[in-house]
């Protein structure tokens, strides 16, 4: 039954079913007083009646509070034990919510190993991240259900929170509040895995993209050409790609999209095809993105494709 | 009658073009627009060709350009609207026209001095949607599709101050 990966949501869990339950029982047990009271006969005696009703009423009343005050007191501790959770030695990284997607920045003390990237966080297992949380438009709520709870995202104010995961695995997280058009569509992936390769990972996605200098292999000519495209083309205008010219942050950053498992915040996987068909027409895949339409020649679009898939 | 009132009340909400919203217009790269006057000196009345109409009274267009006024960073030389290392927007003085289709031109062609060319780098749209947006900076598309804010309160404009 547990979909948990760490402490935190497995505190969420143990609390959430058991008041679904209760509630469940409430719901049927008042569905029940409401079809007897409609059907039961007026009674003769109006005095009696008057005095069992009152006391069923005050039995419900008494029994309301009870299981309030002890949900009061769960919840108290719950919240204790979530928000309790070690704070040493963590990772921060800044989530920035946008029409429709994410913005994901490590922090380190070593400017150099700062890390912008998007729409998929990496996590060490067993160690607490910070979350660092705040939007840029409309008010999102980022959600990984397998690891916390929901937490809005305000625009113009930044709240933290922290998480840690205690098992690995590959978890889809969501937008869980209504931010527009394309809300259901605004996911993202978290991957938690154990250290070393988190470290891998890491350091991986610091390096900057490498565009073949000089074209000597037909593979190598593609890339070239399709670094071009992207240059010389819409893309510029609001994507970065670290070790070329394209430096804008409208948009998400691209650097190592092919290291991704997803694509347009969780919309497709990353396959050649699905991005070939979002970089053509990202309005037939995601209605009302801000990504407009590019039209690009088979031959450009091949290429651009090759380098995209190249950046690794 | 009072049915038919309510009727035609509905039927107009359809009609709203101010509030519509085009996800797919084509065709999607800007090259520089034909038929352009470099000069607001003209015979007769100023001419329109290129239809830029339905921009300049969409609410939407003219928000988006302002996303795009800022995101493409218009607002690094001519600030928001007032001018810096590039000239005011919203002071009314035009060097190369206050026509839509000049202010296309501009920005597809790009001027001396400084103003680089965005021709082949932004789809046509998004130049009619900061064609909308900058004519909005010098009042001079309807009011009613004046940005009154924006929704990034991050950055605030004097459009979108409703001033």
């Not at chain 1, 290429?303 to 995209?308: C, E, R, V």
């Amino acid at each position: 039954m547990t979909d948990a990966f760490g402490r935190q949501a497995a505190l969420i869990e143990r609390l959430w079913w058991p008041t679904l339950w209760v509630l469940t029982a409430i719901y049927i047990a008042v569905m029940i007083a409401l079809a007897y009271a409609m059907l039961r006969r007026r009674h003769v005696d109006e005095v009696k009646s008057e005095v069992r009703t009152a006391r069923w009423v005050g039995a419900a009343i008494a029994g309301t509070v009870v299981i309030l005050f002890a949900y009061f007191i769960s919840d108290l501790f719950t919240a204790r034990a979530i928000a309790g959770i070690e704070r040493k030695d963590g990772v921060t990284i800044e989530v920035t919510g946008l029409q429709w997607w994410w913005r994901v920045e490590y922090s380190d003390s070593v400017p150099e190993r700062r890390l912008t990237t998007a729409n998929e966080i990496h996590i060490p297992v067993g160690r607490p991240v910070r979350i660092i949380t705040s939007s840029a438009d409309v008010i999102h709520s980022f959600w990984i259900r397998e690891l916390h709870g929901k937490r809005d995202l305000i625009p113009g104010d930044k709240s933290e929170f922290w998480l840690r995961a205690d098992s690995a695995g590959v978890f889809r997280g969501q937008c869980a509040e209504f931010c527009g058009l394309e809300h259901a569509k605004m996911a993202l992936v978290v991957v938690a895995e154990p250290e070393a390769q988190f470290q891998a990972w890491y350091d991986r996605q610091l390096s900057a993209a490498r565009v073949p200098p000089v074209a000597v292999t037909r593979a190598d000519s593609l890339i070239r050409s399709g670094h071009d495209v992207f240059v010389t083309k819409a893309c510029v205008m609001c994507h970065t790609i670290r070790g070329t010219t394209a430096g804008s942050s409208i948009g998400p950053d691209l650097t190592h999209l092919a290291s991704r498992r997803m694509i347009a915040a969780g919309t497709r996987t990353n396959t050649r095809g699905n991005l070939a068909g979002w970089v053509v027409d990202p309005q037939g895949i995601k209605p009302g993105a801000l990504m407009p339409p590019n039209n690009l020649t088979p031959a450009e679009l091949e290429a651009l494709i090759s380098f995209l898939e190249s950046l690794k | 009658m009072k049915r038919l009132v309510i009727v035609a009340l509905l039927l107009s909400i359809a009609a709203c073009d101010r509030e519509a919203r085009e996800y797919r217009p084509g065709p999607p790269t800007a090259s520089p627009a034909p038929f352009v006057r470099q000069t607001p000196l003209q015979p007769g009345a100023p001419t329109d060709l290129l239809g830029s109409a339905a921009y300049q009274e969409n609410r939407w267009a003219v928000s988006e350009g302002q996303r795009l006024y800022n995101g493409f960073n218009c607002v690094g030389c001519h600030a928001n609207g007032g001018g810096g290392i590039g000239p005011a927007l919203a002071d009314r003085k035009w060097k190369y026209g206050s026509e839509p289709d000049q202010i296309f031109a501009t920005i597809v062609e790009g001027r001396a001095e400084g103003m680089p060319s965005f021709g082949g780098k932004i789809g046509n749209a998004e130049v009619w949607r900061l064609v909308a947006y900058v004519r909005a900076l010098g009042k001079l598309t309807p009011e009613d599709t004046w940005p009154s804010r924006t929704d990034d309160i991050g950055e605030a404009s004097p459009v979108g101050n409703g001033q």
